[in-house]
């Protein structure tokens, strides 16, 4: 299973691959979108698209997670934030992929533990998870990672809900949703 997970933003959109094989999370691709502030808000929106669109083409992801809105008190953020993820829904149904939604508090609960995480906890619970050198940058790709593994984690529970004799499975079940980490071999 390899996953796309977004974090939308006007700012700066963070994106995040993560393939799953035999239960080990492999991190394949992070990084941030971040088109110029000086350009007028619909250009913005079209550099996200672009670029989505080729992190698609080039790594083809077989889902896309996009992060729900967060409720805040600026209308107007959430508004264009609203948009950014409006974008990102379009170049992953345009390339003919499922989308997901997770909450940020579903998020945070399937990659931390608990639904009020901080920040710097969930890429710090990125790093760990996927065996990283370092914290993913921007934050918003560590954001990213975090909805793409949250989205592997849910399969398996539903995996396991629609099937509960996979939990008597060796390699199965709740023990295997652990988030199992590993690297694989590097080329020689």
Do not use: W
């Not at 796309?4 to 691709?29: N, R, S």
């Not at 809105?69 to 934030?81: D, P, R, Y």
């Not at 379009?90 to 009020?116: D, I």
């Amino acid at each position: 299973m390899r996953v796309l997970g977004i974090d939308p933003g006007t700012l700066t959109t963070g994106y995040g691959i993560v393939e799953e094989e035999d239960h080990k999370l492999f991190h394949v691709v992070s990084g941030g979108i971040s088109p110029s502030a000086k350009q007028p808000f619909p250009q913005r929106l079209k550099k996200i698209y672009e670029e989505l669109e080729k992190i698609i083409v080039k790594h083809r992801p077989r889902i896309v997670v996009v992060e729900d809105l967060f409720v805040s008190k600026n209308i107007q953020s959430a508004l264009k934030l609203g948009h950014a993820r409006g974008v990102a829904i379009l170049a992953a149904m345009n390339a003919g992929l499922p989308v997901f939604e997770y909450a940020p508090l579903e998020v945070k609960q399937a990659v931390v533990g608990h639904g009020k995480a901080e920040k710097k906890q969930v890429q710090l619970m990125v790093k760990a998870l996927l065996d990283l050198p370092k914290v993913p940058h921007p934050a918003d790709a560590a954001d990213a990672l975090a909805a793409a593994i949250c989205h592997i984690h849910s399969s398996r529970l539903r995996e396991i809900l629609k099937n509960p004799s996979a939990l008597r499975q060796p390699g199965r079940g709740l023990g295997a949703m652990r988030g199992t980490v590993g690297r694989r071999p590097q080329a020689v």
